[in-house]
Nanobody, 121 residues
């Protein structure tokens, strides 16, 4: 009922930039929040950035000042602008949304397929 389609991952040199996009589609009543998580090999998944429909944001300390999360509520799309990328940013980045599907009584978490971001020279 709700799908997340991600794009924008790839290989970039240290100091470079990438912009990730994630569009939610399906039978959506309301989106409570959208977020980006990441998981590197051998590491646990961590929250990178989160934004509510109202615009409140929070970031992992490791990305503050470098990453910016934004959204287009009309398009149910969230973006993650990643600047000054470091090798330690290498991970699979996964989009998440807490969404109430149309016809549902509660909100649910949905996850995208993940997109690989590799920062390497």
């Amino acid at each position: 009922q709700v799908q997340l389609v991600e794009s924008g991952g790839g290989l970039v040199q240290p100091g470079g930039s990438l912009r990730l996009s994630c569009a939610a589609s399906g039978s959506i009543f309301s989106i409570y929040s959208m977020a980006w998580y990441r998981q590197a090999p051998g590491k646990q998944r961590e929250l990178v950035a989160r934004i509510t429909t109202g615009g409140s944001t929070n970031y992992a300390n490791s990305v503050k000042g470098r990453f910016t999360i934004s959204r287009d509520n009309a398009k149910n799309t969230v973006y993650l602008q990643m600047n000054s990328l470091k090798q330690e940013d290498t991970a699979v980045y996964t989009c998440n949304t807490r969404t109430r599907p149309a016809g549902a009584k509660y909100e649910y978490d949905y996850w995208g397929q993940g997109t690989q971001v590799t920062v390497s020279s």
